[in-house]
């Protein structure tokens, strides 16, 4: 079964530090793998996704993420950021399944806090 | 509609009482997701449909609770005999039809809060 894990429960920064939040997926065939995040208050948003083709992906807001597939990796990376970033962020894994299923799995997140 | 519209934003219940959530996709979405959020947790799976039958409801914990879809737009999530331990947001989400513009990627409503009291 499909599985992520996220190393960082909640990381603290201060603003123009640089981030990497660490994502490792438990799945032996073709994946999908998202990174969604949720700003106090709102909804889950779409942050970046990759599908196939150039492992470095860009997402809105100055993120990027790369799938290194030998290390079942898809780590969150932003060179500087800020107070608006604070929030908690999330890694998913699509994967082809036996049953053709093609549910989403989350980890259980990391929180990010940004202070001034 | 815009968004996935999910009511109640907030509902409040006691031990033992039936729950209904509904889930109103955006339109032309042919997956529709539940997932359950708990405190300090990520989104757990529960069911997904494509168009009106349950493509995958390996995530609902036990047979208290039970989804449906009857036309392939909105769904509702029954819980019945509502325990404590069933307190959390519950999500839904939606996606279009595969090979279209966005497919496989999730659209997340704001989640209906579950307090069993």
């Known amino acids: 079964a499909q599985s992520v894990s996220q190393h960082n429960h909640h990381v603290i920064l201060s603003e123009a530090a640089s981030l990497e939040l660490g994502c490792n997926y438990s799945?032996?065939?073709?994946?999908?793998l998202f990174w969604y995040v949720q700003y106090p208050g709102q909804h889950l948003q779409l942050l970046l996704k990759?599908?196939?083709?150039?492992?470095l992906v860009k997402g809105i807001k100055g993120f990027e993420a790369e799938f290194i597939k030998s290390k079942f990796s898809f780590n969150l990376r932003k060179p500087s950021v800020q107070w608006s970033d604070t929030a908690e962020y999330f890694c998913?894994?699509?994967?082809?399944?036996?049953?053709?299923?093609?549910?989403?799995?989350f980890g259980k997140g990391t929180k990010l806090t940004v202070n001034p | 509609g815009a968004g996935v519209s999910q009511t109640p934003s907030n509902k409040v219940t006691e031990k033992g009482k039936y729950v209904e959530l509904r889930c109103d996709p955006i339109?032309?979405?042919?997956?529709l997701y539940w997932y359950r959020q708990s405190l300090g947790q990520g989104p757990e799976f529960l069911i997904y449909?494509?168009?009106?039958?349950?493509?995958?409801d390996s995530g609902l914990p036990n047979d208290r609770f039970f989804a449906v879809r009857p036309e392939g737009s909105v769904s509702t999530l029954k819980i019945q005999r509502t325990e404590r331990g069933d307190s959390a947001v519950y999500l839904c989400?939606?996606?279009?039809?595969?090979?279209?513009?966005?497919?496989?990627?999730?659209?997340f409503g704001a989640g209906s809060r579950l307090t069993v009291l």
């Open positions: 799945y032996g065939g073709t994946v999908n």
């Open positions: 339109s032309g979405h042919t997956a």
């Open positions: 998913a894994v699509k994967g082809e399944t036996q049953g053709g299923s093609e549910k989403l799995v």
């Open positions: 989400a939606s996606s279009p039809p595969s090979g279209s513009s966005g497919a496989n990627v999730l659209t």
């Open positions: 990759y599908f196939s083709g150039d492992p």
């Open positions: 449909f494509q168009g009106t039958g349950a493509a995958d």
